[in-house]
């Protein structure tokens, strides 16, 4: 169950750990502000290395700090963008598996270049200790690991197999691919770019919506770089995402119930579903977390729409898939 919490935003979280939580934030800011304070105060070099020691102790005491009384920090932390397609994988898979947790969410793009930090992110606090795991792949199998007898039933649908992993490889290549289709549509509709990266969602901190907005000319380059946008590489995104649509709906054709080949939902069903949220649009995608990212037809660029069209017109039955496991595991 996802437990929503005070969002502070992770410029000042980057510098905690299970222990000290946010408390390494004022030394590390000392540090970084003592080279100005010395060339502004013109501070003779004795009084300097004085300064370095006691910034030195802060930081000590601080450490101690953590071990007489550690920070008060969730059992499980997701850190997201609510709109990410990856990041829906994994909360609708912690949501399957009961787990309460807390969404500590940020607007998109600023966690990976500025923090050098993609999501999700899986927080665990063990005691004193807090593990980082990302990448959803990686988080699955440790949910699987972790769970596998703790919950029994409620995760079996996380049981791995050569072939099931295999198979999510190349979901999660589609789920990329998904991410060249949209950007190169959205590369000039600065409006529904904003609105997709959190702009207007309520759940992402303030500050980091104010600094989106006047970021964005910088994001959207960086964006377009990373991902190498073009007509060429979206014509390859394109080719791609349909080849794995024919492939799937034909599967489907024979084996309805789920891309497992049996009859109960799994861990690949979910990837599916998730990522395929981004352009299916079902209802309860995000499960509450994306509703302010939610663009309607009428206002896509037309080309966007024509792609979902096609897509809807040639793939029913792996749209139809998609829209099944929400209404039936997904919708609260």
């Known amino acids: 169950m996802l437990i929503p919490g005070k ?49 030195l102790l802060l930081t000590w005491f601080v450490i101690l700090s ?22 829906e994988k994994v909360r609708w898979s912690m949501d399957l598996l009961g787990l309460e947790y807390r969404e500590s969410p940020m607007v998109a793009t600023l966690g990976a270049f500025f923090l050098g930090r993609t999501v999700p992110q899986l927080k665990i606090k063990t ?9 959803s792949p990686d988080i699955l199998r440790y949910l699987w690991g972790c769970y596998g007898t703790l919950k029994e039933e409620k995760a079996l649908f996380l049981l791995p197999s050569p072939e099931l992993l295999d198979l999510e490889k190349r979901l999660d290549r589609y789920g990329a691919m998904l991410q060249v289709w949209v950007y190169y549509h959205l590369a000039h509709e600065r409006r529904l770019t904003l609105r997709l990266w959190g702009r207007y969602n309520p759940h992402v901190p303030r500050w980091q919506r104010l600094i989106l907005v006047v970021l964005y000319p910088v994001l959207r380059f960086l964006i377009l770089k990373s991902f190498r946008i073009s007509p060429r590489a979206y014509k390859r995104a394109k080719k791609d995402i349909e080849d794995l649509l024919e492939d799937l709906s034909n599967k489907l054709r024979i084996h309805p119930d789920s891309l497992s ?34 663009i309607d037809a009428s206002t896509m660029p037309a080309l966007i729409r024509d792609d979902i069209e096609l897509w809807n017109n040639q793939y029913p039955e792996a749209v139809e ?8 595991h997904r919708q609260q």
């Open 127 to 135: 005691g004193m200790v807090r593990s980082v795991i990302g990448n």
């Open 261 to 294: 080949s049996g009859s109960a939902l799994c861990f690949v069903d979910v990837t599916f579903a998730a990522l395929s949220g981004l352009w299916v649009m079902p209802e309860g995608y995000g499960g509450k977390m994306a509703d302010s990212i939610a």
């Open 7 to 55: 969002q502070f935003g992770d410029l000042a979280e980057v510098q905690g750990d299970g222990m000290t939580g946010k408390r390494l934030l004022i030394p590390s800011l000392c540090i970084l502000l003592l080279p100005i304070m010395v060339s502004l105060l013109e501070i003779s070099s004795g009084y300097s290395a004085l300064l370095v020691v006691l910034v």
């Open 321 to 328: 898939f998609v829209k099944r496991l929400y209404r039936q």
């Open 66 to 87: 953590g071990l007489v009384k550690p920070a008060s920090l969730p059992e499980l932390e997701l850190c997201t963008f609510p709109g990410s397609h990856f990041v």
